[in-house]
């Protein structure tokens, strides 16, 4: 299955700081990050992980964000998620890839596909591409997660990590 991905800051400013950018690359076939998403990574330290993958790899992934969507809009959402959403709403078979809660729910409700940062690794573990998520997941606010206890607990229950009940 092709896998088609239009991603936001967060998950990227994320992966960064556990070393795990190339998980994009490996995992998705098409990629789109808009300029609103490259603009608010480039704000960064200029020798931050993801503010250096934008300048290397992953520069021939950024284009112009879309048209004005009035319906996403609507959401008042970040420049970024406005065009990550809008994006996605605009090009049916892109899933957005982005962990803000307010601009999931607007996702939701606009019937688009989604995955968060700790989908990405979830999935990068099924596919062989990370033999553990404890690692990363163990330490989530180290690694720019904001992820309540519970929802560390789900993960690595989902990813059969979990110590037995």
């Given at each position: 299955?092709s896998?088609?991905?239009?991603?936001?800051?967060?998950?990227v400013?994320?992966?960064?700081?556990v070393e795990l950018l190339?998980?994009f690359?490996?995992?998705c076939?098409?990629?789109?990050?808009p300029?609103?998403?490259?603009?608010e990574?480039?704000r960064g330290p200029?020798?931050?992980p993801?503010c250096?993958w934008?300048?290397?790899?992953?520069a021939?992934w950024?284009c112009?964000?879309?048209?004005?969507?009035p319906?996403?809009?609507a959401?008042d959402?970040g420049?970024?998620?406005t065009a990550?959403?809008?994006?996605?709403r605009?090009?049916?078979?892109?899933?957005a890839?982005?962990?803000?809660?307010?601009a999931?729910?607007c996702a939701?409700a606009?019937?688009l596909q989604?995955r968060?940062?700790?989908?990405v690794?979830?999935?990068?573990?099924?596919?062989?591409l990370?033999?553990k998520?404890?690692?990363?997941?163990?330490?989530?606010?180290?690694?720019?997660?904001?992820l309540?206890?519970?929802q560390?607990a789900?993960?690595?229950?989902?990813?059969?990590?979990?110590p037995?009940?």
């Open positions: 299955m896998r088609r991905w239009v991603i936001n800051a967060s998950p400013i994320a992966l960064g700081k190339s998980l690359d490996r995992l076939q098409e990629i789109v990050i300029q609103a998403v490259a603009d990574i480039q200029r020798d931050d993801a250096r934008l300048r290397e790899a992953a021939r950024v112009a964000g879309p048209a004005l969507d319906v996403v809009s959401w959402l420049a970024g998620e990550v959403l809008a994006w996605a605009s090009h049916p078979g892109f899933e890839i982005l962990d803000d809660r307010a999931r729910n939701a606009l019937g989604v968060g940062t700790v989908g690794i979830l999935l990068a573990k099924l596919e062989g990370l033999r998520v404890a690692p990363v997941l163990d330490e989530p606010e180290a690694a720019g997660f904001r309540h206890p519970s560390v789900a993960a690595l229950r989902l990813a059969n990590e979990a037995p009940d």
